[in-house]
């Protein structure tokens, strides 16, 4: 399989001391993605981008980004085009409907899922915008494990605060296919005492954050405490939850 690599997004994220690379990555990502779905280029009135949308829909959290992201046209027209899809494949599961009863009166084994179950996961479970999404962070984390090989990029990537709970594990999963045999001891060493350091650091800014409400620390510093709930947040989770709602302009 031929590899894809974007150094220079990769490099520019390990450069922008966030509590996590691959978050600050993702963020361009789902932006880029819901600006291409919804935004001035109106790709979602192309047939083979509409035919993609008809056929995977999108999840709750990203119906509520596209929602916030404005174009109500566009959202109106995708989900047009997408219930006739879907009504037209409940309408044959229902039509081919049979009841466990019924099966097995037709001599038919009764276990196993219901066929329209079946259909239901499927469609529940796809996302036009996450797959574009996954895609592109696949060929982040394939960049990543070729940057590593470079000096250079493994010294900032050293002097980085580590990745978010999320991101790590996607890392360490990514690592059993990627990870090159000549930087195994480098990348293991570093992650994992880079997330138990930053981790500390983190959780200790969440302890001062709370020791500041305290009527004696009143005018003590903030230190590094004043956005530490949202860093924690986005450390367990890999979310930016104090960002402002990505809209159209
Ligand atoms: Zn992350
Ligand atoms: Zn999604």
Redesign the pocket.
């Known amino acids: 399989m031929k590899e894809h690599l974007d150094t220079i997004p990769v490099n520019e994220a390990f450069e922008k001391e966030d509590e996590?690379p691959?978050?600050y990555l993702?963020r361009q990502v789902e932006q880029k993605a819901i600006r291409y779905a919804l935004g001035p280029s109106a790709s979602y009135m192309e047939p083979d981008v509409r035919a993609a949308t008809d056929a995977m829909g999108f999840c709750r959290q990203h119906y509520k980004k596209m929602y916030d992201y404005g174009n109500s046209l566009g959202n109106a027209l995708m989900m047009q085009t997408y219930y006739v899809g879907m009504r037209r494949e409940l309408d044959a599961q229902i039509t081919n409907f049979i009841t466990p009863e019924k099966k097995k009166l037709f001599g038919k084994k009764p276990e196993g899922e219901l066929p329209l179950l079946q259909w239901l996961r499927q469609k529940n479970s796809t996302c036009f915008l996450c797959s574009k999404i996954n895609y592109n962070m696949d060929r982040y984390y394939a960049t990543y494990f070729h940057l590593i090989k470079d000096e250079e990029f493994r010294k900032k990537a050293e002097a980085g605060k580590g990745?978010?709970m999320?991101?790590f594990e996607k890392l360490l999963e990514v690592a059993q296919e990627k990870l090159p045999n000549g930087q195994m001891d480098w990348f293991y060493s570093t992650v994992l005492t880079q997330m138990q350091q930053n981790l500390s650091r983190v959780h200790g800014d969440l302890d001062w954050f709370i020791e500041k409400f305290d009527y004696r620390n009143a005018s003590a510093p903030w230190k590094n405490s004043k956005d530490a709930v949202s860093r924690s947040m986005?450390k367990l989770k890999?979310l930016y939850p104090a960002d402002a709602t990505y809209r159209q302009d």
């Open positions: 996590c691959f978050c993702q990745f978010c999320h991101h986005q890999g």
